[in-house]
T-cell receptor, first 110, second 115 residues
């Protein structure tokens, strides 16, 4: 079945630096969603990408959907302590069922 | 507006006991999902409902787990009998068909510890 893989599993970042986390699917995706889970919290929807090659920005976060719609990336610039948490990508198995990646857990060194 | 509501927030029980987790989805949402999150297995979908009807329960680990949705505003996930390996955070999420993003709104979760 369709699986979504994320790398890296952990990302330790110096405050102010940039980093990127990647999501790869074994199959073509109709769309991909990104969620953020703060420590001790619950996943919160960030964004959905639908179109091949789509790029969306939310302040310091840039999301990209690959041309083949089998991979995606999240790039964060000038990392802040508020960026701490686990970032999940999720691809649809059907219209409403999502397969979540294992997540990238981000810690920030002040 | 209230988000997804789950209760209890924490549950500690002994092996063999029955556990019932509760969820109230966002009003008007017609999809409800139950997830389990552990360090080892990540976020796993257990079951989901559409208009109160179970659609896919292939993620339910075994017969000890059951879920119901008697009406549009309430769902339960029951574990009977519970085992230590059931210890996890259980999330309920809801979604609205027809929404542009089909995003899922997660509740705060129930942290279950089975001793």
């Amino acid at each position: 079945g369709q699986q979504v893989m994320q790398i890296p599993q952990y990302q330790h970042v110096q405050e102010g630096e940039d980093f990127t986390t990647y999501c790869n699917s074994s199959t073509t995706l109709s769309n991909i969603q990104w969620y953020k889970q703060r420590p001790g919290g619950h996943p919160v929807f960030l964004i959905q990408l639908v179109k091949s090659g789509e790029v969306k920005k939310q302040k310091r976060l840039t999301f990209q959907f690959g041309e083949a719609k089998k991979n995606s990336s999240l790039h964060i610039t000038a990392t802040q302590t508020t960026d701490v948490g686990t970032y999940f990508c999720a691809g649809p198995v059907n219209d409403y069922k999502l397969s979540f990646g294992a997540g990238t857990t981000v810690t920030v060194r002040a | 507006d209230a988000g997804v509501i789950q209760s209890p927030r924490h549950e500690v029980t002994e092996m063999g006991q029955e556990v019932t987790l509760r969820c109230k989805p966002i009003s008007g949402h017609d999809y409800l999902f139950w997830y389990r999150q552990t360090m080892m297995r990540g976020l796993e979908l257990l079951i989901y409902f559409n208009n109160n009807v179970p659609i896919d329960d292939s993620g339910m680990p075994e017969d000890r787990f059951s879920a119901k949705m008697p009406n549009a505003s309430f769902s339960t996930l029951k574990i009977q009998p519970s085992e230590p390996r059931d210890s996890a955070v259980y999330f309920c999420a809801s979604s609205l068909v027809g929404a542009m993003a089909h995003e899922q709104f997660f509740g705060p979760g129930t942290r279950l510890t089975v001793l």
